[in-house]
């Protein structure tokens, strides 16, 4: 029998290889590790399967064989089980979380899930259970392999549409922006903070909020929608919400057999993205979020703005709830090799960087660096107008001064933060309820009822009143 390797899709002749892959994916280990009758061939990628021996004589030699070494060298999740020489060992006992994580320090012992309830301790590079050794290899195991095809020809062929300044155009030349998505993961974030609250209404109004966008995200079709869902299921996850990532799985995968074509890769990732185990779901998504990345990075080279913007998303959502010291020396060895140079995305690295030093208590390094990020907009004209990066600085100075003890400072920032977002985009635009969100905890932690209140009213009318033409989607999310 003829099987295809999953990575690279070329032909393996043998009618056991399914299995051993399935062994080799499911046991995390080299094919020397396998039962005898299982050390087979590998493919010409060098990730599917051959001989003890011979593996280690190979030299790949194909296209897609180097692309595959290329990608193997790079960015490794299982760096996170080594030291780094370039950050300095720090005590991780007084770190708070970033203002989006209400539910204070993530344990050490989780990589991704903080709902100790459902997961224990969680490995990234397994993308599958462990599986049996079944003549026929188990439906998860080809779902991941389908779901991996189809996300390496559609990035690849995306890639096409992205311009060295990362900008991305559609088929008619048009830029696409990334707004939609932008509003799709503040409004789930949102909805995070209101459920913390025990503000169930707002909860379901949130995300009602965010599955309208879902029909326009998969129609515009921007490279990274995907890695957007994959930020929010994963968060949710993170702050005990598995039932609505599953929820909001099934309803992305309904709507895309309504609005995508039959057969379309991106179709086919939400359809297989919902078929996705729900017992190893979190390690799937990291594994497809570094794979997209890989995939960027080879194809647009590894600073293109683009390539970057995900990069940093990824580094962001899989180490920065957990490992912050390996976030930093990620941020860190971006930023040395810009070789001090601003670039485009200068300013959302050292931005990461001081989300993450606050995390680890530094506050003042990192109001310092947020305050040096405003310097640097200010400064070059090639960030003329990035009005983001300027709200993202003032929350980080907000969220430092918080944690300083200058509450007054804290809320004046947070205040000038929230106008800014409000005389830009007006009182509807999503961050709104979010900042303010943020802000009415800080009010009730003081004492400030009267004023917290009032801001509450504000955020239950910015949320507004359930669209009738949603109900299908609010009983969906109730």
Known sequence: MVFRCPVCREKVQHNRQREVNAHILANEKDPAHAPHAYRLKWCVCGRGLQTPQARSKHVPTCGRAKQEEATRSGLSIDNLKSGSDSVAVRSQANSRPDIHTPLGNLPQSSLLTTSSKRHALIDVTSICPRVSHSPSPPQVLLVSENLFHNIKVYFENSCRNIDNHGTVRAPDGTELLYDLCNDFDSYCFTATMLIQKSLYVEFRRALTKASALVERI???????????????????????????????????????????????????????????????????????????????????????????????????????????????????????????IPQHKTPRM??????????????????????????????????????????????????????????????????????????????????????????????????????????????EESMGKDDEQLDGVQGLLC
């Not at 609505?244 to 086919?268: C, Q, Y």
């Not at 409000?422 to 932690?445: C, D, I, M, S």
Request: aromatic share 10%.
């Open 218 to 340: 998969l129609l515009v079709e921007h490279p990274r929608s995907l890695a957007c869902f994959l930020e929010v299921f994963i968060h949710l996850i993170q702050t005990g919400l598995p039932e609505v990532t599953s929820l909001l799985r099934d309803f992305i995968k309904g709507m895309s057999a309504k609005v995508t074509r039959k057969g379309h890769p991106w179709g086919e990732i939400c359809r297989l993205l919902g078929e996705l185990d729900s017992e190893s779901l979190d390690q799937a998504m990291a594994q497809i979020w570094k794979f997209i990345t890989d995939i960027f990075g080879s194809e647009l080279g590894t600073f293109n703005p683009f390539a970057v913007s995900v990069r940093l998303d990824y580094i962001k959502r899989v180490y920065g709830s957990t490992n912050y010291l390996e976030e930093e020396r990620h941020l860190r060895g971006l930023l040395a090799q810009s070789g001090g």
């Open 350 to 459: 050292m931005l990461n960087l001081a989300h993450n030093l606050n995390r680890q208590g530094y506050y003042r390094e990192a109001e310092e660096m947020a305050l040096k990020v405003l310097g640097l907009l200010q400064k070059y004209e090639m960030y003329a107008g990035r009005i983001v990066e300027t709200i993202e600085s003032l929350k980080i100075v907000s969220q430092s001064q918080l944690d300083l003890g200058h509450i007054l400072e804290a809320e004046q920032t947070m205040r000038e933060a929230i106008r800014m977002i409000v005389g830009k985009w007006g009182e509807q635009h999503p961050w709104v309820p979010e900042f303010k969100n943020v802000l009415e905890g800080w009010l009730r932690g003081w004492g400030r009822h009267e004023d917290a209140n009032l801001l509450r009213g504000e955020i």
